[in-house]
């Protein structure tokens, strides 16, 4: 059990953080210090993965032991796993307009300070860390009326959020898939990297050339920062469906990869 908090503590931050660099990116476009904000994303994006790696230790224990004792609920265990990944995507949804904002901060104080020791060295203080209650916006009801999908082409929504979904299950498909054929269940696990990018290609070539071409578009053309607003808006609620759709995928996926293994093995 103790392994199962873990997991899903290490999870709802993964998905929190990660789903909070569009808050960097949209702070870069408004401060008009985009490669500053990039370079701010790629921080964040590296602490997400380093926390992947060790969720990826405490879930192989999990498994481990439900292949000892069939009796373990691990299929109800990746269940939770994925609502810790939809409960922080919501939760980094919720602080988004307060994001933005300590992200333009961030964006400034990183160019002044030249480095992310630096910055850190001054900005992680008494002093500044109770200036952060006077940039708290809490989300309006008005906030979700302009999320109107119009002007924001719901194909990117969609994959997005159908990529969302593969990435979030992919790994537990191949780890739960290994508990049906243990006799391969190496095999069954390694197909997770197969999976995963799968979802990082279709990523890439559906979902970031057409969010760079509105990045673009806002940073080179007055007025279009609220258009960046509302399409991160509509990219974080379309990734946290994928997080939904990520609890309907399990069971097919796993036994899609177990009928793989069944056919190459």
């Known amino acids: 059990m103790m392994m199962l908090i873990i997991t899903c503590m290490l999870t709802f931050v993964?998905?929190?953080?990660?789903?909070?660099?569009?808050?960097?990116?949209?702070?870069?476009?408004?401060?008009?210090?985009?490669?500053?904000a990039l370079s701010l994303t790629g921080v964040i994006v590296l602490v997400s993965r380093t926390s992947n790696m060790v969720q990826g230790i405490t879930t192989g224990h999990m498994v481990d032991a439900a292949i000892s004792d069939p009796s373990m609920p691990l299929?109800?265990?990746f269940h939770f796993i994925i609502l810790s990944a939809s409960g922080g995507t919501l939760l980094s949804?919720?602080?988004?307009?307060?994001?933005?904002?300590?992200?333009?901060?961030?964006?400034?104080?990183?160019?002044?300070a030249g480095s992310i020791p630096r910055m850190v060295a001054t900005s992680v203080t008494v002093e500044q860390l109770r200036q952060v209650?006077?940039?708290?916006?809490?989300?309006r009801l008005e906030m979700l009326k302009r999320l109107r999908a119009g002007g924001?082409?719901?194909?990117l929504l969609l994959v997005n959020a159908a990529v969302t979904g593969i990435y979030t299950v992919g790994v537990l498909c191949s780890l739960f898939a290994s508990t049906l054929i243990p006799e391969h269940r190496m095999t069954a696990s390694m197909s997770s990297g197969l999976i995963n990018g799968i979802a990082t290609i279709l990523l890439t070539v559906f979902v970031d050339p057409q969010v760079a071409l509105l990045m673009d578009k806002a940073m080179n053309e007055k007025g279009h920062t609220e258009d960046m607003s509302k399409m991160f808006g509509l990219l974080m609620l379309s990734r946290w469906a994928g997080t939904l759709l990520a609890q309907?995928?399990?069971?097919?996926?796993?036994?899609?990869?177990?009928?793989?293994v069944k056919v190459f093995t």
């Open 14 to 36: 993964i998905y929190a953080s990660e789903t909070l660099s569009y808050a960097v990116r949209l702070g870069g476009v408004r401060a008009r210090k985009l490669a500053v």
């Open 75 to 77: 299929e109800t265990w």
């Open 93 to 112: 949804i919720a602080l988004f307009p307060t994001a933005v904002r300590l992200a333009v901060r961030l964006i400034s104080k990183l160019e002044a």
């Open 133 to 139: 209650k006077h940039h708290v916006r809490y989300p």
């Open 152 to 155: 924001i082409p719901k194909r």
């Open 248 to 260: 309907v995928l399990l069971l097919p996926g796993a036994y899609l990869i177990f009928w793989l």
